[in-house]
C-alpha cells in the first residue's frame, strides 16, 4: 500500500511542477516570432506586383488558346470589332461565324489582376491578333511595373 501511494504523491507534484509556461517563457517565444515576422514581411509584400503580372501573362495564354479554337473552328479570329467577347458570346457584329461552337471557346471572359479589361486588336500591325494588358497603371505604355503585358513580349521579362 505504501509504494501505491509514494507512486501518487510523485505523479502529484510531477503535475503541480509542469503546471504550463512563465509569462517569460511566453514574452520570448513572442519576440522570436515578431523577429521572424519582421524578417519574412518585408520580402512577401514585395512580390505583390510580380505575381500579377505572371498572373496577366498566363490569363494572355489562355485568351491565346481560345482564340485558336476559334479559327479552327472559323476560318478567322473574331474581329476588333468583335472583341474577345466573341470567345463567350456568338458574334452579332461583322462576319458571323458559322460555325461558332455552341457554349463558346472559353467560360467567361477574365478581367486583368487589375481589374481591367484585356485589350483585343485584330489585325494587327505585329501579326493576326494583340491581346494587352495595361499593367498595375491601366494606362497605354509604361516602364517596370507599369509596362503593358501583350502576347508579344509574354517571353522578354
Excluded: H
Amino acid at each position: 500500500m505504501r509504494q501505491g501511494t509514494n507512486t501518487v504523491r510523485r505523479i502529484r507534484e510531477t503535475i503541480r511542477s509542469q503546471r504550463g509556461f512563465t509569462f517569460i517563457e511566453i514574452m520570448v517565444v513572442v519576440a522570436i516570432l515578431a523577429i521572424l515576422a519582421a524578417l519574412v514581411v518585408p520580402r512577401i509584400m514585395g512580390r505583390t506586383d510580380d505575381a500579377k503580372r505572371t498572373a496577366a501573362k498566363v490569363q494572355i495564354r489562355n485568351i491565346e488558346g481560345a482564340l485558336q479554337l476559334y479559327k479552327l473552328d472559323n476560318g478567322v479570329y473574331p474581329s476588333t470589332e468583335q472583341g474577345l467577347k466573341a470567345l463567350v458570346e456568338k458574334p452579332a457584329v461583322g462576319v458571323v461565324p458559322k460555325k461558332w461552337k455552341l457554349g463558346g471557346y472559353i467560360q467567361k471572359l477574365p478581367e486583368d489582376p487589375w481589374g481591367n479589361p484585356y485589350k483585343y486588336l485584330s489585325p494587327s500591325p505585329k501579326g493576326d491578333y494583340e491581346i494587352t494588358c495595361l499593367g498595375t497603371d491601366g494606362e497605354v505604355g509604361g516602364e517596370g511595373i507599369n509596362a503593358d503585358i501583350t502576347n508579344w513580349n509574354l517571353d522578354k521579362e
